[in-house]
């Protein structure tokens, strides 16, 4: 039982005319496909008057066993998604305003990213053989582990009568009082009263 599958995803994105004085173009991401070839280079998969639509990356999707609760809780949800986080592109010179950033099947990851003010989280659909397999990697991994506390184990140097270099403080007490030595006070400039 793997601690984690990766599975390779392409990502679809769409630039949809909008009606807006600010801005021409919504870029969304609006499904997901599995055995996408490996390089997308936005590759124009549908043209139309007010969508075109791009195979804009090839990411992976990796499913981990600490996430599983958050799995279960989007196959619960009865529409069951993977959440493609969209991010603004920095560079002026970019032939397109968004890339693909990261996918994930987790919501409580995608509610993360979408509190970045730079990142847009678009929620599509589950294809029905990446379902399969989101569900039997969560059945692989049935729950949250229990929390055990480890027990200390015995170190070699414990049975020894010092440690560390330094022998007890019973025993230093003992030898000390065999060296009864006068205490001066050294804050009044060594004086004895």
Do not use: C
Request: aromatic share 8%.
């Amino acid at each position: 039982m793997a601690i984690e599958q990766t599975i390779t995803l392409g990502v679809v994105v769409a630039r949809e005319k909008i009606d807006h004085p600010w801005q021409e173009f919504r870029w969304r991401a609006v499904s997901v496909f599995l055995d996408p070839p490996e390089k997308a280079d936005w590759r124009q998969l549908v043209n139309d008057k007010t969508v075109t639509q791009f195979h804009a990356a090839t990411i992976p999707l990796v499913l981990h066993r600490k996430e599983t609760m958050s799995y279960r809780v989007n196959l619960a949800n009865g529409e069951p998604s993977i959440y493609v986080v969209l991010r603004e592109e920095s560079e002026a010179d970019a032939d397109y305003p968004v890339r693909v950033h990261a996918v994930t099947a987790s919501p409580f990851e995608a509610q993360t990213y979408g509190d970045l003010a730079f990142d847009s989280v678009d929620r599509v659909a589950m294809p029905d053989r990446l379902l399969a397999m989101v569900e039997m990697f969560v059945g692989e991994h049935p729950g949250e582990e229990k929390f055990t506390k480890r027990k200390r184990q015995p170190h070699p140097g414990d049975k020894k009568d010092h440690q560390f270099g330094q022998e007890p403080i019973i025993i230093l007490r003992e030898r000390m009082a065999g060296h009864k030595t006068a205490y001066v006070d050294k804050s009044d400039g060594g004086k004895k009263p």
